[in-house]
């Protein structure tokens, strides 16, 4: 099973950006699909983003048109692509795999959006 290792997190200010990386310890190329939840305190974790091994993205509502979402297999690395960050974005964001051998998830990295 892969594990996975996220980067980039960190305080900024509303309507900044921010650049998270997800590593992994195998190479990604065969893994189904990746991508990015989100656990902001007092609530569940939530869908933020997926991208398949194909290229497929699927996106919330909340991040369509804010974030993006890409995969670099030559890296073995995720990426998330945040911009016009609202106070709302803050939350513990880890990063997600799943492929036949099960989920695979990382220990999360921390956004804070100040208002």
């Known amino acids: 099973q892969v594990q996975l290792v996220e980067s980039g997190g960190g305080l900024v200010q509303a309507g900044g950006s921010l650049r998270l990386s997800c590593a992994a310890s195998t190479s990604i190329f065969s893994i189904d699909t990746m991508g990015w939840y989100r656990q902001a305190p007092g609530k569940q974790r939530e869908l933020v983003a997926l991208i398949t091994n194909v290229g497929s993205t699927t996106y919330t509502d909340s991040a369509q048109g804010r974030f993006t979402i890409s995969r670099d297999n030559a890296k073995n690395t995720v990426y998330l692509q945040m911009d016009s960050l609202k106070p709302e974005d803050t939350a513990v964001y880890y990063c997600?795999?799943?492929?036949?051998?099960?989920?695979?998830w990382g220990q999360g990295t921390k956004v804070t959006v100040s208002s």
């Open positions: 997600y795999a799943k492929s036949g051998w099960g989920n695979a």
